[in-house]
T-cell receptor, first 114, second 113 residues
Framework: EAEVAQSPRYKITEKSQAVAFWCDPI?????LYWYRQILGQGPELLVQ????????DSQLPKDRFSAERLKGVDSTLKIQPAELGDSAMYLC????????????FGSGTRLTVV | KNQVEQSPQSLIILEGKNCTLQ??????????LRWYKQDTGRGPVSLTI???SENTKSNGRYTATLDADTKQSSLHITASQLSDSASYIC????????????WGLGTSLAVNP
């Protein structure tokens, strides 16, 4: 069964350092999402891509977060500088055609900022 | 306001027993409703997607129902197994707002031996 690949699986970083997460969606999925999930809460959408274009980044803290999907395939989410409050699970999901279709989530990257 | 509310917040059952989780939503217009299972420290895994015209859909021991008139959905788990211990999350796309997903807070299910 096709999967959304994410790496690293876990990341511990010191505050003020830079950190990056990588996501490889299911082949052929045009829509890619980055979510942040704080323990005990539902996922919060950070950014949505349609192919290589950003569709929605209204909840992305742009002073420190950036996301790109240069060739419309894999994507990178970066945080610089990391803050203690960024500790969370970062989930990537992909979809064939948007929210009317099913999403497939990756296993996530668990970020701990110390 | 578009919302998704789930109950109970948490549930403990014995292995082999059945249980039913509830989801009420106020998202409008409605296109579909999804149930996800999320193990601790893992990403959510889709269990079912219910569209407006579907009343019942099964996926193995999981059966989801949808009443679009009352805006309620349920997820029934039969013959529970220890591996069913997880958070079960109800999600409804907001069809009018760039189709953002509206997430419930989930029901935390613990299946004990």
């Amino acid at each position: 069964e096709a999967e959304v690949a994410q790496s690293p699986r876990y990341k511990i970083t010191e505050k003020s350092q830079a950190v990056a997460f990588w996501c490889d969606p299911i082949s052929g999925h045009a829509t890619l999402y980055w979510y942040r999930q704080i323990l005990g809460q539902g996922p919060e959408l950070l950014v949505q891509f349609q192919d290589e274009s950003v569709v929605d980044d209204s909840q992305l803290p742009k002073d420190r977060f950036s996301a790109e999907r240069l060739k419309g395939v894999d994507s990178t989410l970066k945080i610089q500088p990391a803050e203690l409050g960024d500790s969370a699970m970062y989930l990537c999901a992909s979809s064939f055609g948007g929210s009317n279709y099913g999403y497939t989530f990756g296993s996530g990257t668990r970020l701990t900022v110390v | 306001k578009n919302q998704v509310e789930q109950s109970p917040q948490s549930l403990i059952i014995l292995e082999g027993k059945n249980c039913t989780l509830q989801c009420n939503y106020t998202v409008s217009p409605f296109s579909n409703l999804r149930w996800y299972k999320q193990d601790t420290g893992r990403g959510p895994v889709s269990l079912t997607i219910m569209t407006f015209s579907e009343n019942t859909k099964s996926n193995g021991r999981y059966t989801a129902t949808l009443d679009a008139d009352t805006k309620q959905s349920s997820l029934h788990i039969t013959a529970s197994q220890l591996s069913d211990s997880a958070s079960y999350i109800c999600v409804v796309p907001n069809a009018g707002n760039n189709r953002k997903l509206i997430w419930g807070l989930g029901t935390s299910l613990a299946v004990n031996p």
